[in-house]
């Protein structure tokens, strides 16, 4: 049994803050990635922060005709939401082929992005893994591979993001919202916020604290609707060819 | 993450004296064997119907832009993070499609 802390925060910049002045903590929000690691020991944060009720649950439309989608919007709802719907079915449609109702119902829009790179030998605490213990080996080279990173892996690891979403929001070329403990927000492109392993193992790669996400904003693609289909039929039948890690 | 949430559980649905209609269809359709996962299939049945009448859509809606519409498919579909180790399944998704208001 571990024990740890637990903190409610009730701003943004508060929830940076804490982030960065705290050893081992973690945001915790919908917690669909973050309790499954912590059951299996994977995770061991001394310390948790809970962003639920910041404020950053709402989906409005930007001066440029995109969308600002607020960190804490759940799955669920960004899926159902009509706007969502009628002008990026690609992004409806990505968040509709993963996990479950419940775990949709649950899990945020940054937590979708920020979830853990991970395979199936990362999860057995039996098998050595380089991104839990960097150094001890990858049992998934020469192992169950059909499902992992073919291309944009390192010889340390062939972990892939679990992320659909991930995907169609890159294909929107969206850009993510942070804030530091400054209260100052920076806007990165998506294609910029996931970056690939290179030559280390990923978990030196994901090293680099996770930012306070405050939302996701994207363009207006009003119209657009035929690009998205095309774009969600190759996600789902080849979203394991892609492989990103989570800064 | 929970603290003062409102949290309904199969007690709070319907007592033994005042059946929930998705419980009485669960023991009128035999929708379970051991009884372990019950409790979640009936709360999870009751969401699902609200989430289709409120026009969620799920992995298997034909379109974004209309109402998702009950079907077997939807059904199957939407309570799929509702395991059962017994495989009482045929026999919930008729418990389910008698409270939607479809025949079986």
Redesign the interface.
Known sequence: MKSFTYE?VNSPAAAATAGSTTGSAKF?AG?TNLLDLTKLEIETSAHLI?V?GLGLDKIEPTAEGGLRIGALVRN?AL??DERV??DY?LL??AL??G?????RNKATTAGNLLQRTRCPYFYDTNQPCNKRTPGSGCSAIGGVARSLAVIGASEACIATHPSDMAVAMRALDATVETVGPDARTRAIAIADFHRLPGDTSMDLAQAQAAPGVLAIVTADNAGKSARAVTIRRSCSAGRRLSTITRP | ?H?GSSVTTIEGLGTPENLHPMQAAFIKHDGYQCGYCTPGQIC?AV??LD?IK??????V?GS??TAPEFSAAELRE?M??NICRRGAYSNIVEAVTEVAGRPA
């Open positions: 409610k915790i917690g809970d639920n669920t899926a159902a719907r009628r079915g409806s449609r509709l082929a996990a479950s109702g419940q775990l | 993450m603290e999870s969401a699902v989430e409120s026009g969620v859509p799920s992995h809606s974004l832009t939407r799929s993070g």
